[in-house]
């Protein structure tokens, strides 16, 4: 295993708020196209369940199941192109999120302190 691997596997060992708070970031586009899969999987199975409790024999359902859902090549990269959008959007919001916090931080302590701020605005 190489050095890159190593460190994948001991970040994987920690708890999800400890990773957050080093900020190790799980290997996201690996876990979103699990999640593609699960998601395309699950739809399938649904549309088959569906198909079977009208009378459908199971292979036949499973069949009728891909026929209706289409390509799924096409639908599993339009899902996980969908996806890293939203995780890439969700991210940019955490940033922004983070910065707010620590300005609302900095705002409140130099409120207490107020000579430190008249010192830190003189000096800027």
Do not use: C
């Amino acid at each position: 295993m190489n050095r890159r691997g190593r460190k994948r596997a001991a970040a994987a060992l920690l708890p999800t708020g400890v990773r957050g708070w080093l900020r190790l970031r799980p290997d996201t586009r690996e876990s979103l196209a699990g999640e593609v899969e699960e998601e395309i999987a699950l739809h399938l199975e649904l549309r088959v369940r569906e198909l079977m409790s009208r009378g459908i024999p199971e292979e036949a359902a499973r069949d009728e199941a891909k026929r209706r859902f289409g390509e799924i090549q096409r639908a599993r990269l339009v899902l996980l192109r969908a996806a890293t959008e939203r995780e890439r959007r969700m991210s940019l919001r955490e940033w922004l999120a983070g910065w707010a916090q620590d300005f609302r931080y900095s705002g409140r302590a130099l409120s207490r302190e107020r000579l430190l701020a008249l010192v830190i605005v003189l000096t800027l």
